[in-house]
């Protein structure tokens, strides 16, 4: 008799979407608001259930408005949770396809990427790797 509780493989499987959609959702309703949006929460709700949502409200809303206030701390800590679900879902679906390792390593990499994520998001962490790569090509342009 199969049994109700799901293994470790499934519940990891079933619980980082779950956040990472939970954290879409807060983060769209959040950066909408920011910018003045008319229904911030309704946006956020319509991103969680139409997959395509996030790719319209990124090419046609943000692009086309600019935003009213600084980010909050929820949005931040909700970016900071989708990034590092996206980098976790695009690493462990390279490894083989067997549901148990791909299980394993998707919550390995998720909590691993956290703080990675939160140095990005919080501190700027890609102003670190951009910036010595800018001096260096000012430098080979000859442009100071």
């Not at 979407?17 to 929460?41: E, I």
């Not at 949005?75 to 976790?88: D, F, Q, T």
């Not at 549901?99 to 919080?122: K, S």
Request: proline share 9%; hydrophobic share 50%; no cysteine.
């Amino acid at each position: 008799m199969p049994s109700i509780v799901p293994s470790p493989a499934e519940a990891t499987l079933f619980f980082v979407p779950v956040v990472v959609l939970v954290a879409t959702s807060l983060w769209v309703s959040q950066n909408a608001a920011a910018r003045g949006h008319g229904f911030p929460n309704l946006l956020g709700a319509l991103v969680a259930f139409v997959p395509v949502g996030l790719v319209a409200y990124l090419l046609f809303f943000v692009s086309g408005s600019s935003r009213r206030r600084p980010p909050s701390r929820t949005e931040r800590a909700a970016l900071a949770v989708m990034l590092a679900g996206v980098a976790s879902y695009a690493g462990a679906f390279t490894l083989p396809p067997d549901p148990f390792t791909q299980g394993r390593w998707l919550i390995v990499a998720f909590v691993a990427l956290l703080p990675v994520a939160y140095v990005v998001v919080y501190r700027r962490g890609h102003r670190v790797v951009t910036e010595p790569l800018r001096r260096q090509v000012r430098q080979r342009l000859g442009r100071q």
